[in-house]
Structure formats: structure tokens, C-alpha cells
């Protein structure tokens, strides 16, 4: 206990040396002096705006995994899912405004950080660890969703098939560069792009959906044979519950980058830090909610797990030209 007690005193004297370091006078915006704040309130490594933050957050929620919410949507049905989502939304907003108050007080620059300064050096080693294990997943899942959008547009822009994992050494070759970046500042005209191409396979998705209404093909009522039954209220079984609650109620996860962002904000308030927050959940949700809703009005029960597998890939169908 000594031990740690005084691995977080060092720390902190640290900050503190940091700070006569940059030798910057008390800012007046500044309305909780008290914050132990890394880097200081007023220095010059906090480039990051309102806007800048928010795109930083959106894109660390807005994921591949934004593929798999329409079939979310089929399992549950539209109105238990949308629950779920607002649900999530409001527990990730919470936890995020926590997580920073929490990395004000204590000092803490990093996740890993603010778990010592509450529990003690070895959940710092538990919450690395744990973090590791999950990025490194998510890495996997990442390289094989590159990878399998990718090999099919390599091929038709060359007119042959192209090797699935030669592609992926190369998207991985390409991106190789940004992988050396020090600050999620560094990467956010990345977040623009990203955040745009979601955006724009959402409103290609919900053209897609919205087309099948005006052709009267949708139907409310659950008709055998009729690939387009949507199910906008149902009561899901146990089964379709376990499969797509966790897709929705995990579609926010984004808390191992907020200390990161919170570190790169200029001006960081306690106001702005939940302006920021706040900015970059409520986006989210809409784009998140208008993606999973449109993909699965588009495909009807024959989701799949991959939204992307139900859309043709030729140019010869009217759905082909249209998406």
C-alpha cells in the first residue's frame, strides 16, 4: 500500500513540476483551479477545439462494428433496439463525464492512469491488460472486415481477382504511416473521412430502404415468404435477445480514448469537457440509429451479419446503381 501510495505521489509531483516547467499563469477561464490537470489548462499541447474532439470521439463509436446493426434490428425489432441504443447512449455519456472528472482529481493522464489513482498500481496492470486483449480483437476483426470490403474493389478496379490478404498487406503498407502518430489530434482529418463514409452508406441504405416503401414491398405483418417483414414492435425470444442486446448496448464503447481526447482539449472546462461529450453522443446516435433502421428496411429478414453482403456489387440492378 506504501508502494503505491507513493507511485501516485510521484506522479503527481511530476504533474506538478511539469506545470512550474511551462511556467504559465493562472488562466481566469479556469473555474476549478483545483484539477489536477495533464497538461495544464493553458498550455499549447491542448491544439484540439470543440470540433476537432467530438470527430475524434464519433470515430472512435462510429466502427466497422455499425455493420452489424441492422441485423440488430431484425432480431429484435425496431422499437426494443432503438431502447437499447438509447439506453447505451445515456450510460456511455455518464460514464465518460465520470471518467474525466475522475482524471481531474487524480491527476491521471490515461485510462490506465486514473484506475491506479482509485485502486491501486496492480488494477492499472489489470485494466492494460484487459485493454490489450480487446484492441487486439478488435484489431483482428478490423483487418478481416478491411480486408473482405476491399478485395472485391481491388479486383473490379483491376478487371482480376485480386488475393484477399495481398490486398491487406497493402491497405496495411498505405496506412503504415499514421500508425506512428503520437495524438488522436494527428488523426483527425482520418475522423472526417471516416465519419463521412459512414455517412454516406447510411443515406445510400436509407435511399435503398425507402424505395422498397414507395414500391409498397414492406409489410408490417410477418407473412411467409415475404423477405421484407418488418417487425418495427415484437417481443424477442431469449435467443435473439443474448445475440443483438450486446450490439446495441455496446455500439457507444469509446471510454479508452476519452482521457486521451480530454487531454488534447483546449480551454478544458467542465462545461466544455460535457459539451464535448455531448456533441459527439448525440451524432453518434443519430447516425447510428438512421444506419441500423435503414439497413434493415432495406434488406427485410434477410439480413445479414454484415449489412454490406446484401448489397450488390455490379452496377446492372437498379439496387446496384442506386447504392
Known amino acids: 500500500e506504501d508502494d503505491e501510495e507513493g507511485a501516485l505521489l510521484t506522479s503527481r509531483l511530476q504533474d506538478a513540476a511539469a506545470n512550474a516547467k511551462n511556467d504559465l499563469p493562472p488562466d481566469p477561464r479556469n473555474t476549478h483551479p483545483q484539477d489536477h490537470l495533464t497538461p495544464p ?37 425496431v422499437f426494443f433496439t432503438v431502447s437499447a441504443m438509447i439506453l447505451s447512449a445515456y450510460m456511455t455519456q455518464m460514464s465518460l463525464v ?18 491506479r489513482s482509485a485502486f491501486g498500481e496492480k488494477m492499472e496492470e489489470g485494466v492494460s491488460w484487459l485493454l490489450f486483449i480487446y484492441l487486439l480483437f478488435a484489431i483482428m476483426g478490423f483487418m478481416v472486415l478491411l480486408r473482405d470490403i476491399w478485395t472485391p474493389l481491388v479486383g473490379s478496379l483491376f478487371g482480376k481477382h485480386c488475393d484477399g490478404d495481398s490486398v491487406l498487406v497493402g491497405i496495411l503498407l498505405f496506412l503504415l504511416p499514421f500508425f506512428f502518430l503520437r495524438s488522436l489530434h494527428a488523426l483527425r482529418y482520418n475522423c472526417y473521412v471516416g465519419f463521412a463514409s459512414v455517412s454516406i452508406l447510411c443515406i445510400a441504405l436509407v435511399r435503398g430502404g425507402w424505395q422498397k416503401f414507395e414500391e409498397g414491398v414492406l409489410s408490417d405483418d410477418d407473412l411467409v415468404g415475404n423477405d421484407f417483414a418488418i417487425d418495427w ?12 442486446f450486446p450490439i446495441a448496448s455496446f455500439s457507444f464503447l469509446c471510454q479508452f480514448n476519452i482521457i486521451a481526447v480530454h487531454n488534447s482539449l483546449s480551454v478544458p472546462t467542465r462545461e466544455r469537457t460535457g ?25 427485410g429478414v434477410e439480413v445479414q451479419g454484415n449489412i454490406l453482403l446484401n448489397v450488390p456489387t455490379n452496377r446492372s440492378s437498379g439496387e446496384g446503381e442506386g447504392l
Request: hydrophobic share 45%; proline share 5%; with cysteine.
Open 233 to 244: 414492435f415484437k417481443i424477442p425470444s431469449v435467443e435473439d435477445v443474448l445475440f443483438s
Open 275 to 299: 459539451k464535448l461529450i455531448q456533441y459527439a453522443i448525440v451524432p453518434s446516435f443519430i447516425l447510428m440509429t438512421m444506419f441500423g433502421i435503414g439497413g434493415y428496411v432495406y434488406a
Open 98 to 115: 465520470m471518467l474525466c472528472y475522475c482524471s481531474r482529481r487524480a491527476g491521471g493522464s490515461s485510462y490506465g492512469e486514473v484506475a
Open 41 to 77: 489548462f493553458s498550455s499549447p499541447d491542448r491544439p484540439s477545439n470543440l470540433l476537432v474532439g467530438s470527430f475524434n470521439l464519433i470515430a472512435t463509436i462510429v466502427g466497422g462494428g455499425v455493420l452489424t446493426l441492422p441485423i440488430a434490428f431484425s432480431k429484435m425489432g
